[in-house]
């Protein structure tokens, strides 16, 4: 056997062994939240309005949370067509979660108020100005990490001591792709969710041994309304690099995250290229598969020289615009 034949084949051998501990670790008893409070922010439209979907589909009391009174009236709708039980719970409230802590808690307090207690928290609230950092206004990156750290801060930072109480609850903070690697163009909405980052790890430090489970979502690029606004600042790098990955289907997001939670899941990914950089930037991330931690132990040194040759890519495509924007304004 030539040595060719040996890489191809350890190659193989790679995929199919994760193919398989993939398959063991989604058969994972999945939590039951069937009659329990829901909240979900940022839940008018796009990821989090699919995330809720799914939790009426399961039998949740479900709570929409959002500015937008408009798409918020249409959003129940959609969950309403989707109860599977007739004395099943769907509200909305208007918050503005960036504004203050004060809002939030008072919100959140009427929220309880009706439903009752909040079993599970999914923050899917943000935001993405892009734009090079010299390009960003001041008002800007105050406004993402307004809108993308602490509109899930303060809802977290509320509901976590009564979970961590009753010893039981889940929490999903949804970042991004761009919490694990900074890229042209999206300086502040990367810091934004960097802190994202290490809020979900800190979390789960703290309240795993009181029953509270934290997920952190770390979605690509999504074919949202978001993802409409966003295309509309960014630089022809950053579209030709994070255009790359394709776009995923805002249901398929949503659902994932929801059954990546119910499931314990501290990452929750979608795709090849989700699951190659989550593994190479896991760090002291937690995993809660020790089968998974020692595939990465394997893999890690592999993989990071695959990371090496995307970031030459990406230097290239950055050489690249630059040059021809010299050549328009020669």
């Avoid at 191809?8 to 409070?37: A, E, M």
């Avoid at 690029?221 to 790098?237: A, I, L, Q, V």
């Amino acid at each position: 056997m030539d040595h060719k034949t040996e890489i191809i084949l350890t190659v193989l051998g790679i995929v199919l062994v994760h193919g398989l501990i993939f398959y063991w670790v989604s058969r994972k008893t999945r939590t039951n939240i069937r009659g329990k409070h829901v909240v979900v922010t940022g839940g008018s439209s796009g990821i989090g309005l699919w995330a809720a979907t799914e939790c009426v589909r399961l039998g949740a009391n479900v709570t929409i949370v959002a500015r937008n009174v408009k798409l918020l009236e249409k959003a129940k709708a959609q969950l309403l067509s989707n109860k599977v039980r007739e004395d099943q719970k769907i509200e909305y409230r208007s918050i503005d979660l960036a504004k203050s802590y004060d809002a939030v808690e008072k919100g959140l307090q009427d929220v309880e108020g009706s439903i009752g207690p909040v079993f599970m928290l999914i923050n899917c609230a943000g935001m993405a100005i892009c734009g090079t950092v010299e390009d960003t206004s001041i008002e800007d990156a105050r406004l993402m990490m307004d809108v993308n750290y602490f509109a899930t801060f303060y809802p977290t930072r509320y509901l976590l001591p009564k979970m961590k109480l009753a010893k039981e609850g889940i929490i999903v903070i949804t970042a991004s792709q761009a919490a694990l690697i900074g890229l042209y163009g999206y300086g502040s909405y990367a810091a934004s969710k960097f802190a994202l980052r290490g809020l979900a790890e800190t979390i789960a430090m703290e309240a795993k041994h009181c029953g509270v489970s934290v997920t952190l979502a770390l979605p690509a690029d999504t074919d949202t309304p978001g993802f409409e606004r966003e295309n509309e600042s960014k630089p022809m790098e950053t579209k030709i690099i994070s255009g790359s990955g394709g776009l995923a289907k805002p249901e398929d997001v949503g659902k994932r995250i929801v059954h990546d939670a119910l499931k314990g899941s501290f990452f929750s990914i979608l795709g090849l290229e989700s699951w190659v950089l989550s593994t190479l930037c896991v760090g002291m991330s937690p995993w809660k598969s020790p089968v998974l931690c020692v595939l990465q132990f394997y893999l890690l040194g592999p993989l990071r020289l695959i990371g090496l040759v995307i970031q030459w890519n990406f230097q290239r495509i950055i050489r690249n615009c630059a040059k021809e924007k010299e050549n328009r304004e020669a």
